[in-house]
């Protein structure tokens, strides 16, 4: 009984044990639901803290694409503002510096133009021209059919100007009908300033006078053109402007349409020279020319060959030398058809010795101009003379100045070497005044140097004429070169150059340059 009672008592103590345990775990299960609900209640709280933050996020986002699109829209119209602000400004410069009728520069900024051109010509010692141009009869045109077709006319007549000048000069309009032309950089020499301000007055007439269609009605016009040279600042551009006015003026008095220099010595150097142009193109129809020969002799005096020299006889003025009508020749390009009748005559002369006993041993040396040497045609050319002759090649000699050896070098080395292969020879003038080196004259395959007059002419008085002609020859062998030397006038000079290994000779103590008939009865004579 006791041991029962024992039993129920430790039942009863772990009943109570228990009931204690799930007490114990209902408090935790309560105090855990507690705390979840806590959590749950902290969990919704933070939710709705960020979907607090998000719609702020979002007020925000939209608060920074309206703040950027203003920004945008500002620089928009800052954009807009400043492209205005640039054309005000490609406005008044326009206004402060060009005519508003033809675009063209205006008298301000002529001033400053023709400033600048001063500048220039001081530093680089280059003459320049200022012209001054105005149209004749302007007055009658805008009585009779108005200023606006006077205003297009000036406007035509600014687009002609533009053709006729290049990108460095400048071309203003005064006012009214005037114009001014400023043209930089034209020669170091006034004569040839001169020629090429003629050449673009020239230009002008040619372009002005042809007709203009001005709305309904057929135009013609023409231009009457002063022109003044300047070099440096000598003088002031209001004083060139004057000057310029006053030569216009002088082409108006003469019948307008015409040019005229404020420097009447220089209008009349510039008119000599434009007749001397006309009159050559008659000269090259009418081949006014003439072949004069220079005997070339060797060392025992007798001929081996002739130097062909060209004269004009002039049919008023005689015989003129090609020192005066050479130069405009090269310049005007006319030297091309010059040289190619030269070529021609020269060949039908070396054909006529060839058929002659006495003379068919002889060569005939031709000069040949750096405008003719480098025409594309040249080579074919003279190929195409030799075979109309039907010449021996290897009795034509062709000379060349040592001064067209500074430019394209690559060019000439493949046209000697190519009339060298056709069995002509090349023969290298004024030898000794140029800018050759040895280099070139081994490459080039020359045949003959020509000693310069100039170191002939002094060779007995001057210690470095004779210097320089013992260096020449020396070289010349040493380069199994030919040599010969013009302007041979005394028999002191044929001696030292004779003592020093050289066996050809040219000049007047053999004989002056004569024509064909003297030349052939010099040589029969010897």
Not at 64 to 91: M, P, S, T, Y
Not at 469 to 476: K, Q
Request: with cysteine; charged share 25%; proline share 2%.
């Amino acid at each position: 009984m006791a041991q029962k009672n024992n039993e129920k008592e430790k039942r009863a103590a772990e009943l109570f044990i228990a009931n204690k345990e799930l007490e114990f775990q209902n408090n935790e299960k309560e105090k855990r639901a507690a705390e979840l609900v806590i959590a749950n209640k902290e969990l919704e709280f933070q939710n709705h803290e960020k979907e607090k933050r998000a719609a702020e996020l979002v007020i925000a986002n939209k608060e920074l694409e309206f703040q950027n699109h203003e920004k945008e829209k500002r620089a928009a119209e800052l954009v807009i503002a400043n492209k205005e602000l640039e054309f005000q400004k490609d406005e008044i410069k326009n206004l402060a510096y060009y005519d508003m009728l033809t675009q063209l520069p205006n008298r301000w900024q002529l001033f400053d133009k023709l400033n600048q051109a001063l500048a220039a010509s001081a530093r680089s010692g280059h003459q320049g021209a200022v012209l001054f141009l105005d149209l004749d009869h302007f007055k009658n045109l805008n009585d009779t059919l108005g200023h606006d077709i006077g205003d297009l006319l000036l406007q035509q007549v600014a687009e002609r100007l533009i053709t006729c000048i290049r990108a460095e000069d400048t071309i203003a309009r005064l006012g009214g009908d005037e114009f001014v032309i400023v043209l930089e950089d034209l020669s170091d020499n006034v004569i040839k300033a001169a020629a090429k301000t003629n050449d673009v007055a020239e230009k002008i007439f040619l372009t002005l006078n042809k007709p203009y269609q001005l709305n309904a009605h057929y135009y013609q016009n023409t231009t009457s053109i002063g022109a003044t040279l300047f070099m440096g600042h000598e003088l002031k551009p209001n004083e060139l402007l004057r000057q310029a006015d006053i030569a216009m003026y002088e082409s108006k008095s003469k019948g307008r349409n015409t040019l005229s220099f404020f420097n009447s010595i220089m209008q009349e150097i510039i008119t000599a020279r434009v007749n001397l142009e006309n009159e050559l193109c008659r000269a090259i129809e009418q081949e006014q020319f003439q072949l004069y020969y220079q005997v070339q002799v060797d060392s025992t005096g007798r001929a081996f060959g002739a130097e062909a020299l060209i004269r004009w006889q002039h049919p008023k003025r005689g015989i003129i030398s090609p020192l005066d009508f050479i130069p405009v020749a090269e310049e005007t390009g006319l030297i091309i058809a010059i040289g190619q009748w030269v070529l021609q005559t020269a060949c039908a002369q070396l054909k006529r010795w060839e058929q002659d006993p006495l003379t068919h041993h002889l060569t005939l040396s031709v000069n040949v101009s750096p405008k003719q040497f480098f025409e594309t045609e040249f080579v074919a050319q003279v190929q195409a003379t030799i075979q109309l002759y039907g010449i021996n090649p290897t009795k034509l000699k062709l000379e060349l100045t040592e001064n067209m050896l500074v430019d394209n070098i690559e060019k000439i080395i493949i046209t000697i070497n190519t009339l060298n292969e056709m069995g002509i020879t090349i023969s290298l003038d004024d030898f000794g005044t140029g800018y050759s080196s040895l280099y070139y004259l081994k490459k080039l395959l020359i045949y003959q140097l020509k000693i310069d007059k100039s170191f002939v002419h002094d060779i007995v008085t001057g210690i470095q004429d004779e210097a320089i002609i013992r260096a020449i020859i020396a070289m010349a062998h040493s380069l199994n070169i030919s040599v010969i030397a013009e302007g041979v006038e005394t028999e002191e000079q044929r001696q030292f150059l004779l003592n020093n290994g050289c066996i050809h000779f040219q000049g007047y103590l053999f004989n002056k340059p004569v024509p064909i008939d003297e030349f052939e009865l010099l040589i029969r004579k010897s």
